[in-house]
Structure formats: structure tokens, C-alpha cells
């Protein structure tokens, strides 16, 4: 199995602009997770799927920030517009189940600056 | 509310010598604990988890993890510590019902040769 699989790897924008994050989590697996990475903040949840259904957005920070899933083999996270504090690496992590002992497998990852 | 605390920012080793990264956490009930690697650029990967039964779980690259539930610990350890185990070490967890995995803030372990 190739593992999830996150595109692109790098991404430099100028504040102002949308900026699309892409997904494709393992096969077979039902959940899916969104995270940011910084140094400040360390690993924060953004966004949980299950089913291709949101089931917590309660992590994205702002209306700027939206994620979806069409089907159960790809998902986007936009950012609309960008600014400088969205800068971070974002993480997709998928699991078979969301709940109990299910682990998560991360993708990754995408290092977004926006400058 | 769910929460994981790793007390040391940096854990240094040498090569040979055993290692601990030490985890504690805040759930409500039984929870569900976890260990990840994350190396230079790359994502997090999986080591181990407790889920229930036996306290000492084995995982990925000889590490295995005791589940002190009267500590509510959850300490990672290594017998014998290599160069190649130098990263940074995420605990995390979960509570019986809950989705989100609640992460500590990582502990950057260094094995020198």
C-alpha cells in the first residue's frame, strides 16, 4: 500500500491567495483527519471525517479555512484567503473506525508558507 | 476534558544504553494511549497503543510502552537506544468514545554514538 498520500509536498503563496491542500488516504480506511503542525501550538486537529461525512470541524480555526470530501478516496482542505499565521505543515491521517483503539496513519505532510 | 503532558522537551541517550520518554494523561473512564515517531520532514508513524489487557505493550523497532494506570503513565521505552531512534516522540490519547487523538507536545529524543 503506498500509505496516504498528500500533495503538494511544498507550497509558497502570497497572503491574499486560496491555497488547496489534497488527500488520498489508504485504501479501505473510513476515517479521516486533518491536522496542523506548528511550534507553537503543536498538533492540532483541524477537521474528522468518517464515512466521507464531516463529523468535527470544530478545530478549523476560521470561515477562511473549509474541507471536504466527495468521495472516500480524496479529500481537500482550502484556505481562503491565506495569511501569514496559516503558515505550518498540515497533515491527512486516515484509520479504519475513528473511535476507540483505531490508529491513525499520517500522510506526509504539506508545508504551507504564506508570505 | 482529555489531556496529555510530556515533561521533557529533549531526552539524550547514548547509544546502547536504555531510554525512557516519559507520557502522562487526563482522561475521564479507561483511555486508549498511543505512541508516534515523526523524523526530520516526514509524517508521524505509528510505534504502539494500549488498548486494554496486559500493561507492557510491544511495537514497531523494539520499543515497548507500560501502562501505569495508578500513575496514569503511559512511558515509552527502548533496552538498548540506537542513532537511527533519534527523533521526536509523540504520546497521545484517546477516551473510550471520543474521536479525536489529543497529542502531547512532543519530546525530541538524541542518541549519540
Known amino acids: 500500500d503506498a500509505g496516504v498520500i498528500q500533495s503538494p509536498r511544498h507550497e509558497v503563496t502570497e497572503m491574499g491567495q486560496e491555497v488547496t491542500l489534497r488527500c488520498k488516504p489508504i485504501?479501505?480506511?473510513?476515517?479521516l483527519f486533518w491536522y496542523r503542525q506548528t511550534m507553537m501550538r503543536g498538533l492540532e486537529l483541524l477537521i474528522y471525517?468518517?464515512?466521507?461525512?464531516?463529523?468535527?470541524d470544530s478545530g478549523m480555526p476560521e470561515d477562511r479555512f473549509s474541507a471536504k470530501m466527495p468521495n472516500a478516496s480524496f479529500s481537500t482542505l482550502k484556505i481562503q484567503p491565506s495569511e501569514p499565521r496559516d503558515s505550518a505543515v498540515y497533515f491527512c491521517?486516515?484509520?479504519?473506525?475513528?473511535?476507540?483503539?483505531?490508529?491513525?496513519?499520517f500522510g506526509p505532510g504539506t508545508r504551507l508558507t504564506v508570505t | 476534558a482529555q489531556s496529555v503532558a510530556q515533561p521533557e522537551d529533549q531526552v539524550n541517550v547514548a547509544e546502547g544504553n536504555p531510554l525512557t520518554v516519559k507520557c502522562t494523561y487526563s482522561?475521564?473512564?479507561?483511555?486508549?494511549l498511543f505512541w508516534y515517531v515523526q523524523y526530520p520532514n516526514r509524517g508521524l508513524q505509528f510505534l504502539l497503543k494500549?488498548?486494554?489487557?496486559?500493561?507492557l505493550v510491544k511495537g514497531s523497532y523494539g520499543f515497548e510502552a507500560e501502562f501505569n494506570k495508578s500513575q496514569t503513565s503511559f512511558h515509552l521505552k527502548k533496552p538498548s537506544a540506537l542513532v537511527s531512534d533519534s527523533a521526536l516522540y509523540f504520546c497521545?490519547?484517546?477516551?473510550?468514545?471520543?474521536?479525536?487523538?489529543?497529542f502531547g507536545k512532543g519530546t525530541t529524543l538524541s542518541v549519540s554514538s
Open positions: 497521545a490519547v484517546r477516551d473510550l468514545g471520543g474521536t479525536a487523538l489529543i
Open positions: 482522561v475521564s473512564g479507561n483511555p486508549y
Open positions: 491521517a486516515s484509520s479504519l473506525g475513528g473511535t476507540g483503539g483505531s490508529e491513525q496513519y
Open positions: 485504501s479501505g480506511h473510513n476515517s
Open positions: 494500549y488498548i486494554t489487557g496486559d500493561n
Open positions: 471525517f468518517n464515512n466521507n461525512v464531516p463529523i468535527d
